[in-house]
Each structure stands twice: as C-alpha cells, then as structure tokens.
C-alpha cells in the first residue's frame, strides 16, 4: 500500500498564489511579517514586486489591503488566524466587509493544532467572528487538493473572503485529476442511512476513519465534508438530517459559533433531529504536541465514533 502523503494546507496556500500570478497580473499579497510560517514566502521569492510585507501591524496590514483592493488590485492579505480574525477584527469588519471591497484574507495556523504555540496562538474563535460579518465568505479547506482550488476559487468571487488554513500536515485524500471545488456546495464523501458525521478543515480526513470503524460494527455513517461554512449548504444538511435521523457535527473550533452552530441553525429551522457537536468545548487551548492536543480535546476518530453511538441511541 503506497504512503499516504501528508501536507499542511498552509503550504497549499502558498504554492496556489504563484499559481494564481500567472493568471491575474493585478494580483497583491501581504503579510504581516510572518511570511516564512505562512508560506507567502513562496510567492515572495517567486514575485517580490507583487509582495508587500506590512510588518506586526495586521489591522494596518486590513487597511491597506482595502486601499489597494479600491483601486482595483486583488489582494490576499495573510497572517495567523489568531491575528488576522482577532487582532485586525474590527478593520475586518468596518474597512473590509462594510464596503464590502475584493479583499481575500488567508488565516494560518488556526485551531490547537498550533501545538505549542500554546492557547494565544490557538485561535478557535476565527470561524464564529468571520461568520458574523455580512457578505464575507468563510472557507476552511479539508486537504492539499481542496486548499489550492478553495484558493483560485476565492480569487474569482467578488467580494471579501476569509480562507483557514492549518500548521499540521494533513492527509492528502482527495484527487487532484477529479477534484472540483463548488463554492457553498457540501461534499458527500460517503453514503450511509444511520448517522450523518458533517465535517471541516482537518476533521474531515478523522471522519472518514470513524465511519471506517463504525462500519465495522455494523453502523452505516454518512460522511459530509462543509468546506464553505458560509454559504452553507443546506439542501445536502436537510438531506441528511431527513434521511439519517441523526447528526455529528466535527470541527477544529469552539462549538460555539463555528460549524456545528452554522449546521444547527440549518437542522433547527428546517428538520429538527438529535445531534452533537464536537470541537473545543469553551475553553482555551493549552501548549503540547499537535497530534496529542487534538486527541486531548476530543477530536479524534475514537470520540467521533463513541459520539455516533451516543446519538444513535437518541433517534
């Protein structure tokens, strides 16, 4: 059985800007001195007259990013998601998604999969924050493959978007050759009529292996993966919700405000069924090894399964 590739979607963020300068020649990407983590650095080295690096200064770096989006620049401004959602929030808000201006904003190293840069940096709040702003896309790519089509995907929509990306190299599932990335659209990775598991970023590929194991045990979970958390896909929530009886919610996030909040609001208003939330669970994260926090906090294959049999039995 060949290896199974692994890559962190901040890599894939850096890699799809080059690829998007050969498309778009009024392209601008800055940064908040952090280039080298969230690899716009690869786009610096490739295109340095294209690269402004705005210093420790993200909510200035927000405001120049409009500037330059009004005069008809496309403009990826990049930092941690810690920074770029919390820090600059209010000229996100007010500069960005009031005059709703062409602004793509790349958030790294979001989620405790930070590892050790410990709760500071382990932003579980970004999702909630950008969800509420109007008019603001919210993106949060599962693997490799969807990262780099999520990318050139926000390049063409007209208006801001907010894209997160992760520090932890992920598994690679999906194929590049057969992969199409439809913005607001749900993917069903794997059928099933007992449970729905819906979800995003790097919890979908965990997902997939709970299933696996509760297939083993005779249990026929639905797999979906909501890489667009806004607009979110209803009609495939509602099918599931009809069709299932039951949902688990999985996320890199608090459970407040993220996916699970977005899926409920979605199941509540349309067709009420039992369903769990998994994420941070209102707390702050702590420092450790990545792969450890996110078993820690219960975002792991093992609690996705345990958490599928606690809602079956609620049907």
Known sequence: MADVIKKATRESYGEALVELAEKYDNLVVLDADLAAATKTGIFKKAHPESFIDCGIAEANMMGVAAGLALTGKKVFASSFAMFAAGRAYEQVR??????????????????????????????????????????????????????????????????????????????????????????????????????TIIATGLMVNEAVIAAEELEKQGINARVINIHTIKPIDKDIIIEAAKETGAIVTVEEHSVIGGLGSAVADVVVENYPVPMIKIGVNDVFGCSGPALDLLKKFGLSSENIVEKAKEILAKK
Do not use: W
């Not at 709040?125 to 790519?141: F, S």
């Not at 801001?160 to 932890?168: A, I, N």
């Open 94 to 195: 007010n500069s960005i998604g009031y005059p709703h201006v062409n602004v793509k904003i790349g958030a790294t190293h979001a989620g405790i999969s930070v590892g050790e840069d410990g709760a500071t940096h382990q932003c579980n709040e970004d999702i909630a924050l950008m969800r509420t702003i109007p008019g603001m896309t919210v993106i949060c790519p599962a693997d490799d493959v969807e990262a780099k089509a999520a990318v050139k995907a926000a390049a063409e929509i007209d208006g801001p978007v907010y894209m997160r990306f992760g520090r932890l190299a992920v598994p690679v599932f999906n194929d590049p050759a057969t992969y199409k990335f439809e913005l607001g659209k749900g993917v069903k990775i794997k059928d099933g009529n007992d449970v």
